[in-house]
């Protein structure tokens, strides 16, 4: 069950590795044009960061056997969905004061890669959980 953790992060985190290229690549990075992306970089990279440390921590438990490494994977996972929650909702169409009538590079994420990587995601904090609570 351990490994299949693994493998679903890694699903993950590849999911979330090309709608972040999509981002980059309609505009993403340049914050200071109104209009071109809602998300915060600091929302940006906070999320792939955190998810990075808890995929790396995840893979020192894997190979130490490490229990603590494996509580501080599943301390990570909260933050981290919460900031994709987050990156969620602000990407979301709106006529709020953001709003230029612009497309925004979060416009261009397919509809079927942000599903995936939000199911595979919820997968991930489920197993996690079951796993580090030795209920799996």
């Given at each position: 069950?351990?490994?299949?953790?693994?493998?679903?992060r890694l699903v993950t985190?590849?999911?979330?590795?090309?709608?972040?290229?999509?981002?980059i690549r309609?505009?993403?990075?340049q914050l200071r044009t109104p209009g071109v992306t809602?998300?915060?970089?600091?929302?940006?990279?906070?999320?792939?960061?955190?998810?990075?440390?808890?995929?790396?921590?995840?893979?020192?438990?894997l190979l130490g056997n490490a229990h603590g490494s494996a509580w501080a994977a599943c301390a990570?996972?909260?933050?981290?969905?919460a900031f994709g929650f987050m990156m969620l909702f602000r990407g979301l169409p709106s006529r709020g004061r953001?709003?230029?009538?612009h497309a925004t590079a979060e416009r261009n994420f397919?509809?079927?890669?942000?599903v995936?990587?939000?199911?595979?995601a919820a997968v991930t904090v489920l197993l996690v959980a079951l796993v580090v609570l030795g209920r799996a």
């Open positions: 069950m351990r490994v299949a953790v693994l493998c679903v985190a590849s999911l979330g590795g090309s709608l972040a290229m999509v981002w309609h505009g993403g990075l809602r998300l915060p970089l600091w929302l940006v990279l906070g999320h792939i960061a955190l998810a990075v440390a808890g995929l790396a921590a995840w893979t020192a438990y990570v996972v909260p933050t981290v969905a953001h709003s230029q009538g397919p509809l079927t890669a942000v995936a990587q939000g199911m595979s």
